[in-house]
T-cell receptor, first 114, second 114 residues
Framework: AQSVTQLGSHVSVSEGALVLLRCNYSSSVPPYLFWYVQYPNQGLQLLLKYTTGATLVKGINGFEAEFKKSETSFHLTKPSAHMSDAAEYFCAVRGSSNTGKLIFGQGTTLQVKP | KAGVTQTPRYLIKTRGQQVTLSCSPISGHRSVSWYQQTPGQGLQFLFEYFSETQRNKGNFPGRFSGRQFSNSRSEMNVSTLELGDSALYLC?????????????FGEGSWLTVV
């Protein structure tokens, strides 16, 4: 069975600092991996996704993530945090292309301090 | 094009009542999934519909049900509401059948059970 673990339920960084949100997955099949962001009282917005091919994936708002099969990780990074990045971030795995089912991690709340 | 549309956005129900939530997927998307989000349990998959058939189901009691219409619009129903059903219910839609399909989420329906 697939599963996702996000290390750290809360991460706090200063504005301009590196953002690193950690995600490890477990999957018995080649995974399709996603990062979503949720702003207060809103739905989920896709930041980026990994399917096949290049292991470094670039997303919106300056975020990127690297798929490391050997470490079963898909950590999300951004070189310089902005106040507007404060939100909750979810890592998710989908087992195959023929399903709309996502398995989510518990989420990481990112706080950005001025 | 229009995104995933959920109605109503907010509603308050009394224990024992039932509720129906509606979801209109992105045009052309035939897969619709539903998720429940609560502070304690996070994001949990309820069920997925594709071409009017339920093809994935999460671990929820039978009080939770859904259906999909021929135009891909979907509804979910919760009967005999309990206080613990208070949550954000998210609908998501996607194309299926090819790799890397993005799953798009609506803004959600906030259900409060009193």
């Amino acid at each position: 069975a697939q599963s996702v673990t996000q290390l750290g339920s809360h991460v706090s960084v200063s504005e301009g600092a590196l953002v690193l949100l950690r995600c490890n997955y477990s999957s018995s099949v080649p995974p399709y991996l996603f990062w979503y962001v949720q702003y207060p009282n809103q739905g989920l917005q896709l930041l980026l996704k990994y399917t096949t091919g290049a292991t470094l994936v670039k997303g919106i708002n300056g975020f990127e993530a690297e798929f490391k099969k050997s470490e079963t990780s898909f950590h999300l990074t951004k070189p310089s945090a902005h106040m507007s990045d404060a939100a909750e971030y979810f890592c998710a795995v989908r087992g195959s292309s023929n399903t709309g089912k996502l398995i989510f991690g518990q989420g990481t709340t990112l706080q950005v301090k001025p | 094009k229009a995104g995933v549309t959920q109605t109503p956005r907010y509603l308050i129900k009394t224990r024992g009542q039932q509720v129906t939530l509606s979801c209109s997927p992105i045009s052309g998307h035939r897969s619709v999934s539903w998720y429940q989000q609560t502070p304690g349990q996070g994001l949990q998959f309820l069920f997925e519909y594709f071409s009017e058939t339920q093809r994935n189901k999460g671990n929820f009691p039978g009080r939770f049900s859904g259906r999909q219409f021929s135009n891909s619009r979907s509804e979910m129903n919760v009967s005999t509401l309990e206080l613990g059903d208070s949550a954000l219910y998210l609908c998501a839609s996607s194309l299926v059948g090819s790799s890397g399909n993005t799953i798009y989420f609506g803004e959600g329906s906030w259900l409060t059970v009193v």
